[in-house]
């Protein structure tokens, strides 16, 4: 394990805070390092830095994966998302007491396959979790989670570089992580998303939201509609508390914040959400007749 991941789940340790989304490629591997840390959790005779002892009974459970104390959500196979069901059958779970560990875990691989339903209803537990439960999520998709459960969770960007669970690294020279000027979900995608970005970013006015809004592509609308949530999210924000965040999209929603008007933006918030799920869903939708539709 290299020395900035140590760190990184010391932090997630000493963190208050309840739910941990853990974002990254695959090369990153998200759902390893996730598992790893809830065994630590788990763990009854934690070693130094918080690692798991591999040897007491709880390890022993949890590698033979009966452990009584976590919670693995993800999407089944004859699935293409994660439904709204597996998140209610979890709900005996969330709100029980541990029954050998101190903590409970739930762990969502893949949180991006979420569908639309099954993040409202997850959201309800994020807002007010047990205190002796943990959620964590791992994506390499995070722009497909809604923003209102984004905002729940304290998001932990892993760099293939320097966080990895072998002590060398990992990086086999083709991953460019100096992409901090992006949004995340441009990160080590083709060159084609982050033209886009830039295109975007030389926008003013309404002029962003018809860049957002026309797509012929279904897999970039759904990108580009994702941005325009978090771009009006941060707008709404900046209205009502004149606070600017620290995100690649502030300048966009300054400007967007000064072209429309607080209602304006929520209605058209409003308006987006169910497009989005849509697109999520897989649905066979005229796109262009319900961007169309979209009115600001």
């Known amino acids: 394990m290299t020395k900035d991941l140590e760190n990184l789940i010391n932090l997630i340790f000493m ?4 739910s941990v989304l853990l974002s990254g490629n695959l090369i990153s591997q998200p759902e390893k390092i996730a598992l790893h840390i809830a065994q630590s959790f788990l763990c009854k005779d934690i070693k130094k830095n918080n690692l798991f002892c591999n040897d007491c009974h709880s390890c022993n459970l949890f590698s033979a994966n009966s452990h009584p104390d976590i919670k693995v959500i993800e999407r089944s196979k004859d699935k293409t998302q ?36 099954a993040q409202d209803t997850l959201l309800k537990s994020l807002e007010e979790p047990p205190e002796n439960l943990k959620f964590i999520l791992t994506t390499s998709l995070p722009y497909r989670l809604k923003p209102t459960v984004l905002s729940r969770l304290t998001h932990c960007k892993l760099n293939p570089e320097i966080h990895s669970l072998n002590s060398e690294s990992n ?16 990160w080590n995608k083709d060159e ?11 926008l003013k006015g309404r002029k962003i939201i018809n860049y957002l ?10 990108l580009k509609l994702n941005w325009l949530s978090k771009i009006i999210e941060e707008s709404i924000l900046i209205h ?37 799920n849509s697109l999520q869903s897989n649905e066979n939708l005229n796109y262009d007749f319900q961007t169309a539709a979209i009115s600001y």
């Open 171 to 186: 990086n086999d020279g083709f991953i460019d992580i100096n992409k901090n000027d992006y949004p995340e979900e441009c």
């Open 240 to 276: 009502f508390t004149e606070t600017l965040s620290d995100t690649p999209f502030t300048q966009l929603s300054k400007e967007i914040k000064n072209t429309l008007d607080a209602d304006t933006l929520i209605y058209l918030y409003d308006e987006i959400l169910p497009v989005i």
């Open 192 to 202: 084609k998303v982050m033209r886009l970005f830039d295109d975007l970013a030389s």
């Open 82 to 117: 994660i439904q709204i069901k597996q998140i209610r059958d979890a709900s005996d779970f969330i709100y029980s007491t541990p029954l050998i560990a101190d903590k409970k875990i739930v762990l969502i691989l893949r949180a991006d396959e979420l569908n639309f339903f």
């Open 213 to 222: 809004i026309k797509d012929k592509d279904k897999d970039n609308l759904l």
């Open 15 to 18: 963190s208050s805070a309840s």
